[in-house]
């Protein structure tokens, strides 16, 4: 099932404020540590653990670009992908 590319009720305006430079630098240092606390899980031997916690970090980066878009007021599309993709490489572990 694909989505739609044209919306029947919203179309994303495309706009943007400068507040979200802001947010991405926020999200950005959230991802730090949550890639620190993540190497340190890593450091437990089961792989349960490991699956579960990789999980939950993929996860936690896609809230910090839904925090983003939301509190950023983020109406475009390439704008919120090159924010997501500054936090999931800043997060990187």
Same mark, same amino acid.
């Given at each position: 099932?694909?989505?739609? *590319?044209?919306?029947?009720?919203? *179309?994303?305006s495309?706009?943007?404020?400068?507040?979200?430079?802001?947010?991405?630098?926020?999200?950005?240092?959230?991802?730090?540590?949550?890639?620190?606390?993540?190497? %340190?899980?890593?450091?437990?031997?089961?792989?349960?653990?490991?699956?579960?916690?990789?999980?939950?970090?993929?996860?936690a980066?896609?809230?910090?670009?839904?925090?983003?878009?939301?509190?950023?007021?983020? *109406?475009s *599309?390439? =704008?919120? %992908? =090159?924010?997501? =993709?500054?936090?999931?490489?800043?997060?990187?572990?």
């Amino acid at each position: 099932m694909s989505l739609p *590319r044209t919306f029947k009720y919203y *179309r994303p305006s495309g706009s943007f404020s400068l507040g979200v430079l802001l947010w991405t630098a926020i999200a950005a240092a959230g991802a730090v540590v949550l890639a620190g606390i993540y190497d %340190l899980v890593q450091l437990i031997p089961l792989v349960y653990v490991s699956l579960l916690a990789a999980f939950g970090f993929a996860i936690a980066l896609g809230k910090f670009e839904e925090f983003i878009v939301r509190w950023g007021h983020l *109406r475009s *599309r390439s =704008m919120a %992908l =090159m924010a997501g =993709m500054v936090v999931a490489g800043v997060g990187m572990p």
